[in-house]
């Protein structure tokens, strides 16, 4: 019987359901920047791709299972539908990894099986436990998803994952395929399960989620009461189609109302013990550079790591924070990495200057792309008296990744 942790487990997706969104793809090199990024903000779990799907998706997990899933390092994960060729596949491309997990899924609403995969129940309750125990051949550490488990029928759901867990399964996750629940429905569906699945506690209750109407943190807080360990989500929550459950929210909220979370964990309400594994200082950066490299922007008033996040534009509110921080503020810029002065740069700064600040912003610019941010950099700076880190991010994005 494995113990359920005491904290958060925090899986990143977004080099596998981040890469998905529209327009976003990245190339072998810039997911191993993205993947070495993860590992220094300190995610347990990056989901480095999905093999079958593309030689360039194998040969990017498998790179960073060699570079990045070091001894020490987070588990490297692939996904892998429920077929022995995808689960041969992933095992291939995660051999190099200290710490290989294979994610291998299954819808299971019946609108899923009646149109996608033109299945019976009866035929999915002995396709999922065949294929865990072929994952589990390769490794030990196997996750299983019912994909669309969001909209199942609860009941034919426990027995999915009753089986599943039987095979080997080590991490169940629980989609939100089409982020349709409402947070007390899916704290209710993970309560369920927990209630109701016989062998439930010999396996870690994962959570995934998209955000189609907005929901998708809520819902997996509400997850976490309920006993959810492990929350897959994404930088900037980019992700199909609205996106996946942002990371730097998750993080941030059970990281700020830690006394509200701890109790659910098991632990004293004032346990100044981190919920998540997170260097949140990190998340700045981090979310610089994914923005960077998808070339999707963040929105202004992203929670978080939004432009507007820490700033003050009513004279009431910038009078209280002059004051006291607190008045209006519940987290402090520093702990994302933002640090206060973001003022950084004019129109006498050099090429050097700014390169080294685009770098402590997580850019990783070629030189060529450097000289191009450069020059457009100067025409701004001629024409305003201050360039913020928003305007740099701006500049490289436009000159960058639309141009
Ligand atoms: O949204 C989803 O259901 C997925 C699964 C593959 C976990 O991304
Ligand atoms: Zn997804």
């Known amino acids: 019987m494995s113990k359920q942790p005491d904290r958060v487990i925090i899986f990143d997706t977004t080099l596998r359901d981040g890469e998905q969104s529209p327009g976003a793809t990245l190339n072998v090199d810039e997911k191993l920047t993205v993947a070495r990024a993860l590992a220094r903000l300190g995610v347990d779990v990056i989901e480095a791709g999905f093999p079958y799907a593309s030689p360039g998706d194998f040969e990017a997990v498998q790179k960073i299972a060699k570079v990045v899933g070091v001894q020490g390092g987070p588990t490297i994960c692939g996904l892998a ?3 022995r060729q995808d689960i041969t596949k992933a095992a291939e491309a995660l051999k190099p990894a200290a710490k290989p997990r294979i994610h291998t899924f299954l819808a299971t609403s ?50 999915v994952l009753e089986r599943a867990i039987a095979a080997g399964a080590t991490t169940v996750n629980i989609p939100d395929t089409v982020g349709y629940l ?11 399960i927990k209630e109701n699945v016989p062998n439930i506690d010999n396996a870690i209750i994962s959570v995934h989620g998209h955000n189609d109407l ?30 996946n459950a942002a990371l730097e929210e998750l993080v941030m909220a059970l990281h700020v109302r830690r006394s509200y979370y701890n109790p659910f964990l098991g632990r004293p309400a004032d346990s100044t013990e981190p919920l998540t594994n997170i260097n949140t200082k990190e998340i700045y950066k981090t979310s610089r550079l994914v923005s960077s490299l998808t070339g999707m922007a963040v929105q202004p008033n992203k929670a978080i790591v939004g432009a507007n996040a820490f700033a003050h534009e009513s004279g009431i509110h910038q009078d209280g924070v002059l004051k006291n921080k607190l008045t209006y503020e519940i987290m402090d810029a520093e702990s994302i990495g933002l640090t206060n002065n973001q003022i950084v740069l004019g129109k006498l700064s050099g090429r050097n200057a700014f390169g080294t600040r685009l770098k402590e912003l997580g850019f990783e610019l070629t030189e060529t792309e450097l000289n191009k941010a450069f020059v457009r950099f100067k025409e701004v700076a001629d024409k305003r008296k201050e360039i913020t880190d928003w305007d740099l991010e ?10």
Do not use: W
């Not at 819902?219 to 959810?228: Q, S």
């Open 81 to 83: 539908r429920a077929t």
């Open 182 to 192: 409402t947070p007390s429905e899916f704290g209710q569906l993970i309560r369920g």
């Open 394 to 403: 701006a500049i490289v994005n436009d000159e960058i990744h639309v141009a």
């Open 110 to 159: 019946d609108i899923h099986l009646a149109y996608k995969l033109k299945k019976t129940r009866q035929e999915v309750l002995e396709i999922v436990p065949e294929m865990v125990a072929y994952a589990k051949s390769f490794v030990d550490d196997v996750e299983f998803s019912p994909e669309d488990a969001g909209r199942s029928d609860p009941e034919f759901l426990y027995q």
């Open 214 to 243: 907005g929901l998708a943190v809520a819902n997996f807080l509400e997850a976490v009461k309920n006993g959810a360990r492990q929350l897959e989500c994404t930088i900037n929550g980019i992700g199909e189609r609205a996106g």
